[in-house]
């Protein structure tokens, strides 16, 4: 079965530094799509990037960035220039490639509590 | 504006007294599920429908009942519920993949605002 592990339970970042959460799965698939989402306090689960295990580019959206290593099953996320905003719990998720008739579902990790201080 | 409704938003209730929380999304996604979530153990699924009349347990389906009449609503309900039902539950849609094609991009979840339940 598919496991997803945050090993951090909570993080601390000084306010403009850089900060990385880590997160590490198990898989038999070859395709597969990992996930972070963003919960802030007002519990809206936000998707703050997404990388295609078939693609080797790591993803990156303006500050955040993954560091995806297929071979080591590690997907970790980087934060730059953290900002107050940026406090909330992030969630790793693991889908594997959905060809129609396979079940596609979302496994998260547990979560990584992120304070951010000014 | 395309979106995923979950009502109602919060609920105190007690025990043994029979629950539904509506899910409607309209964005015409086949693909719907449950999620509850609890500190220290993230997002668990409760249950999935592929599309209309297809659905099927997630990997904490016990004390829960879904039903998938029509595409756009996905309701969640608790015949009996328990204090160990007192969560935070989503409700997520998605459009379902175009069966072999690799990076479909299909597989990005759109999530309800999310229900507070607790049972007293």
């Known amino acids: 079965a598919q496991t997803v592990t945050q090993s951090q339970p909570e993080m601390s970042v000084q306010e403009a530094e850089t900060v990385t959460l880590s997160c590490t799965y198990d898989?038999?698939?070859?395709?597969?799509?990992l996930f972070w989402y963003k919960q802030p306090p007002s519990r809206q689960m936000i998707l703050v990037i997404r990388q295609e295990a078939y693609k080797q580019q790591n993803a990156t959206e303006n500050r955040f960035s993954v560091n995806f290593q297929k071979a080591a099953k590690s997907f970790s996320l980087k934060i730059s220039d953290s900002q107050l905003g940026d406090a909330a719990m992030y969630f790793c998720?693991?889908?594997?490639?959905?060809?129609?008739?396979?079940?596609?579902?979302?496994?998260f990790g547990k979560g990584t509590k992120l304070s951010v201080k000014p | 504006e395309a979106q995923v409704t979950q009502n109602p938003r919060y609920l105190i209730t007690v025990t043994g007294k029979k629950l539904t929380v509506t899910c409607s999304q309209n964005m015409n996604h086949e693909y719907m599920s449950w999620y509850r979530q609890d500190p220290g153990l993230g997002l668990r699924q409760i249950y999935y429908s592929m599309n209309v009349e297809a659905t099927d347990k997630g990997d904490v389906p016990e004390g829960y009942k879904v039903s998938r009449k029509e595409k756009r609503n996905f309701p969640l309900i608790l015949e009996s519920p328990s204090p160990n039902q007192t969560s935070l539950y989503f409700c997520?849609?998605?459009?379902?993949?175009?069966?072999?094609?690799?990076?479909?991009?299909?597989?990005?979840?759109?999530f309800g605002a999310g229900s507070r339940l607790t049972v007293l």
């Open positions: 997520a849609s998605r459009k379902t993949g175009t069966g072999g094609f690799i990076g479909s991009g299909a597989n990005v979840l759109t």
């Open positions: 998720a693991y889908t594997a490639e959905d060809y129609g008739g396979s079940q596609g579902n979302l496994i």
């Open positions: 898989t038999s698939e070859s395709d597969y799509y």
